[in-house]
């Protein structure tokens, strides 16, 4: 295709990429450069109901003034990146300083927002998807195996939790393990301990949404894994049978290496999905506990009643930066394959 | 079918002018357009629902908003010229969003031509201006159950924190409940807020005076956390899960002896849905507890009021001011009697506003109402929780939230 046609073909797309990622992105990058101007306060006297008191108002004129002179706010560069919200710098250092144990260490950066959603990002990311991947597949294979009758039913229950809201799923399962839930009321009496809590402990709720971000996202796998197991040719099936290959060792030396590419995809998806995992913590008011790089976005822009437009660029241009970091693997793999092919 | 839903439109609407002529009530001038933005709890809809009898006749529209994101996109829908609504009803912490941002207007003359009817007690003052009309009061308080406080051998109703956690033993020694109390500790907002009572209780101070720089690692502070965490040990084992909506299904369900939770939950519990019939009758509401006999409850007075935008023409701000006095009349007071605490005249405290009423004559503190305070709450919303869990010390948890307060205010300008 020669390079004129060739540009004229992409124009739309590129357009389009260029006004709805691109040019947000670098918005977002702008404002995270940038803080509030500030906020001129005075001392006044508030009165109502209960009596008066001494309190401070902005000056709204003098603040007028400052907002009209820079219109973005006041230049920050890296400061909010580096400040205690985010990489917390200075709290790294002084903390490496001053404890002794790793352990210690470990503890007092945990206490940092950034790096205490971070971990729970990240755990809940390293276990969710190869579960996720190998439970898929499993699933597909096995309703792939059942009597054509019973296969439609199966893959419609098996899909059924990929269509509730994330945010109603995963408030169904916050009321079944409560104490007086089926599953909370159920465990309390296995263990015999009438004070037994899921939601109390640290390590039980990051299990719970854990096992919930499984169950909600199994089916995606399952439906793209059976989509794939369609495609598989029968011939090299049934010349592995004729040699006497077993059916695990069909699996892997076959069917595996054919559905590659899916599972390449698949984790693709998988990585970005559960890297920006929000919804559960919130139906799970899991916030003591867990919290990842989403909730701390929706936590600066909503609940202080002034939303932190710095905080929550830099959250979101960190996040960035993380899902290229978690996708590299796959996506040099995706290349050396393209390349491969092409030689 | 739909002429005839027409013909009914158009009776109701020819009705209401009549009808508000016949009670001579001022709706302003005519022929302009009333927009309110409102949260949607039913005191408010009484308010909205009389004013829009008295006066849509009368106005070109008529339109209402009613939703639990009032406080989340009133900014947004107040910052353009002309504003999406001319009024928002707001609360002490929503007016000061409101004012930070200069989107609502001083209502002295106002109040002036349409507000005959208000009590000076509803008029809310910053800086000499009027700056809103409050109409309702809202508080936490204790609820107590009568019947397992006796059954529990304790003396009289508890006044101190010291008296409740000592009630709260007495309940689990005798096995009654290993759990009595229930607190609204849902991490977040409200983990901030049961802060914010009991360090106003211990006479707490927020900021240095005059300045956005925090000032609650102090021995208030220290004092407060020792009030929560000798509260929390009695606490429901989900308690940093628990907002009004747990607390008070718990109450209902007769799970708990203790409460510390809204006045305005006062009204549902003792209504006859929900509870249980001996739930009921025991239920007791109480003032807020004091740290010492005499001393200030520990508890945040908040009211509800209505406001008038900036940014919309005069016409419209007298409308939408003369509709909503309207509405503060003794007749929607009586027949709204136990939906809230109402600050207008015509008011019969129940049982269900007794809480509310003893922790107010206590001399209990409003909510602050400092420019910054959002931030602050959000901080110790965030950083309370790990010392309630017993994972860090009182003075880190202190440390970390104004840490977090520092930060945040820096980048929102209030700090340089």
């Not at chain 1, 590129?14 to 702008?30: D, E, K, N, R, W």
């Not at chain 2, 079918?1 to 009705?15: E, H, P, R, S």
């Not at chain 2, 000061?96 to 001083?106: A, H, K, S």
């Not at chain 2, 910053?126 to 201006?129: A, E, R």
């Given at each position: 295709?020669?390079?004129?046609?060739?540009?004229?073909?992409?124009?739309?797309?590129?357009?389009?990429?260029?006004?709805?990622?691109?040019?947000?992105?670098?918005?977002?990058?702008?404002?995270?450069?940038?803080?509030?101007?500030?906020?001129?306060?005075?001392?006044?006297?508030s009165c109502g109901p209960f009596?008066?008191?001494?309190?401070?108002?902005?000056?709204?004129?003098?603040?007028?003034?400052?907002?009209?002179?820079?219109?973005?706010?006041?230049?920050?560069?890296?400061?909010?990146?580096?400040?205690?919200?985010?990489?917390?710098?200075?709290?790294?250092?002084?903390?490496?300083?001053?404890?002794?144990?790793?352990?210690?260490?470990?503890?007092?950066?945990?206490?940092?927002?950034?790096?205490?959603?971070?971990?729970?990002?990240?755990?809940?990311?390293?276990?969710?998807?190869?579960?996720?991947?190998?439970?898929?597949?499993?699933?597909?294979?096995?309703?792939?195996?059942?009597?054509?009758?019973?296969?439609?039913?199966?893959?419609?229950?098996?899909?059924?939790?990929?269509?509730?809201?994330?945010?109603?799923?995963?408030?169904?399962?916050?009321?079944?393990?409560?104490?007086?839930?089926?599953?909370?009321?159920?465990?309390?009496?296995?263990?015999?301990?009438?004070?037994?809590?899921?939601?109390?402990?640290?390590?039980?709720?990051?299990?719970?949404?854990?096992?919930?971000?499984?169950?909600?996202?199994?089916?995606?796998?399952?439906?793209?894994?059976?989509?794939?197991?369609?495609?598989?040719?029968?011939?090299?099936?049934?010349?592995?049978?004729?040699?006497?290959?077993?059916?695990?060792?069909?699996?892997?030396?076959?069917?595996?290496?054919?559905?590659?590419?899916?599972?390449?995809?698949?984790?693709?998806?998988?990585?970005?999905?559960?890297?920006?995992?929000?919804?559960?913590?919130?139906?799970?008011?899991?916030?003591?506990?867990?919290?990842?790089?989403?909730?701390?976005?929706?936590?600066?822009?909503?609940?202080?009643?002034?939303?932190?437009?710095?905080?929550?660029?830099?959250?979101?241009?960190?996040?960035?930066?993380?899902?290229?970091?978690?996708?590299?693997?796959?996506?040099?793999?995706?290349?050396?394959?393209?390349?491969?092919?092409?030689? | 079918?739909?002429?005839?839903?027409?013909?009914?439109?158009?009776?109701?609407?020819?009705?209401?002018?009549?009808?508000?002529?016949?009670?001579?009530?001022?709706?302003?001038?005519?022929?302009?357009?009333?927009?309110?933005?409102?949260?949607?709890?039913?005191a408010?809809?009484?308010v909205?629902?009389?004013?829009?009898?008295?006066?849509?006749?009368?106005?070109?529209?008529?339109?209402?908003?009613?939703?639990?994101?009032?406080?989340?996109?009133?900014?947004?829908?107040?910052?353009?010229?002309?504003?999406?609504?001319?009024?928002?009803i707001v609360a002490n912490?929503?007016l000061?969003?409101?004012?930070?941002?200069?989107?609502?207007?001083?209502l002295?003359?106002?109040?002036?031509?349409?507000?005959?009817?208000l009590a000076p007690n509803q008029l809310i003052t910053?800086?000499?201006?009027i700056m809103a009309v409050a109409f309702m009061a809202n508080?936490?308080?204790?609820?107590?159950?009568?019947?397992?406080?006796?059954?529990?051998?304790?003396?009289?109703?508890?006044?101190?924190?010291?008296?409740?956690?000592?009630?709260?033993?007495?309940?689990?020694?005798?096995?009654?409940?290993?759990?009595?109390?229930?607190?609204?500790?849902?991490?977040?907002?409200?983990?901030?807020?049961?802060?914010?009572?009991?360090?106003?209780?211990?006479?707490?101070?927020?900021?240095?005076?005059?300045?956005?720089?925090?000032?609650?690692?102090?021995?208030?502070?220290?004092?407060?956390?020792?009030?929560?965490?000798?509260?929390?040990?009695?606490?429901?084992?989900?308690?940093?899960?628990?907002?009004?909506?747990?607390?008070?299904?718990?109450?209902?369900?007769?799970?708990?002896?203790?409460?510390?939770?809204?006045?305005?939950?006062?009204?549902?519990?003792?209504?006859?849905?929900?509870?249980?019939?001996?739930?009921?009758?025991?239920?007791?509401?109480?003032?807020?507890?004091?740290?010492?006999?005499?001393?200030?409850?520990?508890?945040?007075l908040w009211w509800d009021g209505f406001t008038?935008?900036?940014?919309?023409?005069?016409?419209?701000?007298?409308?939408?001011?003369?509709?909503l006095a309207?509405?503060m009349?003794?007749?929607?007071?009586?027949?709204?009697?136990?939906?809230a605490v109402w600050l207008i005249?015509?008011?019969?405290?129940?049982?269900?506003?007794?809480?509310?009423?003893?922790?107010?004559?206590?001399?209990?503190?409003s909510?602050?109402?400092?420019?910054?305070?959002?931030?602050?709450?959000?901080?110790?919303?965030?950083?309370?929780?790990?010392?309630?869990?017993?994972?860090?010390?009182?003075?880190?948890?202190?440390?970390?939230?104004?840490?977090?307060?520092?930060?945040?205010?820096?980048?929102?300008?209030?700090?340089?």
């Open positions: 295709m020669p390079t004129r046609t060739f540009l004229w073909f992409v124009l739309p797309t590129l357009t389009a990429m260029i006004l709805f990622i691109a040019l947000p992105i670098v918005s977002v990058i702008i404002q995270s450069l940038h803080i509030e101007h500030e906020q001129v306060l005075v001392t006044t006297e009596g008066c008191e001494e309190t401070t108002r902005v000056d709204l004129e003098a603040t007028e003034v400052l907002r009209a002179e820079r219109p973005l706010g006041q230049f920050n560069g890296m400061n909010t990146y580096l400040g205690r919200s985010h990489l917390a710098v200075q709290e790294l250092r002084e903390a490496w300083a001053t404890t002794e144990t790793f352990g210690e260490f470990l503890s007092r950066i945990y206490n940092l927002k950034f790096y205490r959603a971070l971990s729970f990002t990240l755990v809940y990311t390293a276990v969710v998807t190869p579960f996720v991947l190998v439970l898929g597949l499993a699933i597909a294979i096995g309703v792939n195996q059942l009597p054509r009758v019973v296969r439609g039913p199966s893959i419609f229950v098996s899909l059924l939790p990929f269509l509730v809201t994330p945010l109603v799923g995963s408030l169904i399962l916050f009321w079944m393990v409560d104490g007086d839930g089926i599953i909370g009321a159920t465990l309390q009496w296995l263990f015999d301990d009438p004070s037994l809590s899921l939601k109390a402990s640290a390590g039980l709720t990051w299990g719970t949404l854990i096992f919930y971000g499984i169950w909600h996202t199994l089916p995606f796998s399952f439906i793209v894994f059976y989509a794939g197991l369609q495609t598989v040719p029968t011939d090299p099936l049934e010349a592995a049978r004729i040699d006497g290959a077993s059916a695990w060792q069909q699996l892997r030396h076959i069917i595996v290496p054919h559905l590659m590419p899916l599972v390449a995809f698949v984790t693709l998806m998988l990585l970005m999905d559960n890297f920006r995992v929000f919804e559960p913590i919130v139906s799970f008011s899991a916030e003591a506990h867990a919290t990842s790089l989403s909730w701390i976005i929706f936590n600066d822009l909503r609940e202080s009643g002034n939303p932190l437009h710095g905080s929550a660029g830099a959250t979101s241009v960190l996040t960035i930066i993380g899902v290229v970091f978690l996708l590299m693997p796959v996506l040099i793999r995706t290349w050396r394959d393209f390349k491969g092919r092409r030689v | 079918m739909k002429t005839f839903g027409l013909t009914i439109a158009a009776a109701l609407l020819g009705g209401a002018p009549a009808f508000a002529a016949g009670h001579g009530v001022d709706c302003g001038p005519e022929g302009q357009s009333i927009r309110i933005l409102a949260s949607d709890f039913p408010i809809h009484a909205v629902n009389l004013a829009e009898e008295n006066c849509a006749g009368a106005a070109a529209e008529f339109e209402r908003n009613h939703t639990t994101e009032a406080r989340e996109i009133m900014n947004a829908a107040l910052t353009p010229d002309p504003a999406e609504y001319t009024s928002v912490s929503t000061v969003q409101l004012m930070n941002d200069g989107l609502v207007r001083p002295d003359d106002l109040v002036a031509t349409y507000g005959a009817n910053i800086d000499g201006n508080s936490q308080h204790m609820f107590y159950r009568t019947d397992i406080l006796e059954q529990a051998g304790v003396p009289g109703i508890p006044e101190t924190y010291d008296d409740v956690v000592a009630a709260a033993k007495a309940i689990r020694d005798a096995g009654i409940m290993e759990h009595p109390l229930v607190m609204n500790l849902e991490t977040g907002w409200n983990i901030g807020e049961v802060f914010n009572t009991v360090y106003l209780a211990h006479g707490g101070d927020f900021f240095e005076p005059g300045t956005a720089r925090p000032a609650i690692n102090n021995a208030a502070g220290l004092a407060t956390l020792e009030t929560m965490a000798a509260l929390v040990e009695y606490a429901h084992p989900d308690h940093l899960t628990h907002a009004s909506n747990e607390t008070q299904a718990l109450w209902e369900a007769g799970q708990a002896a203790l409460g510390f939770m809204w006045g305005s939950r006062g009204g549902a519990i003792l209504d006859d849905e929900g509870a249980a019939p001996e739930v009921i009758k025991n239920t007791l509401l109480s003032s807020a507890p004091v740290v010492q006999a005499g001393g200030t409850p520990g508890a945040t008038i935008s900036a940014n919309i023409p005069d016409g419209d701000a007298q409308a939408t001011f003369a509709a309207s509405a009349t003794p007749e929607m007071v009586q027949a709204n009697n136990d939906a005249d015509g008011f019969d405290p129940g049982p269900a506003a007794a809480g509310v009423a003893a922790t107010a004559q206590g001399g209990a503190k909510y602050p109402m400092f420019p910054q305070m959002g931030l602050m709450h959000n901080a110790l919303g965030a950083e309370l929780a790990d010392f309630l869990q017993g994972r860090e010390s009182a003075e880190q948890a202190l440390a970390d939230v104004e840490a977090a307060y520092t930060t945040a205010a820096t980048e929102a300008g209030f700090l340089q």
